[in-house]
């Protein structure tokens, strides 16, 4: 018997045991992957030496879909 990754609760269906998470938890590991996959693209888009105001266009594209008009 397998053991979920997340909560350690056995596993008895085998698309879980593929899986290693019970359907519960499985949804939530893809949740988190979401996350993880849009904080990479949205930390990606940066340089170390780029100014305040070009991060802050960046952002404002990100969300609004428009840049700053300050």
């Known amino acids: 018997m397998k053991r979920c990754r997340m909560c350690g609760k056995e596993i008895t269906d085998e698309l879980s045991r593929e899986r290693g998470y019970g359907p519960i938890c499985y949804e939530k590991h893809l949740e988190e992957v979401k996350i ?3 904080e990479l693209n949205f930390n990606s888009r940066f340089r170390p030496d780029m ?16 840049s700053s008009q300050r």
């Open 36 to 38: 993880l996959q849009l």
């Open 51 to 66: 100014p305040h105001s070009e991060r802050q266009k960046i952002i404002n594209q990100l969300l609004y879909g428009q």
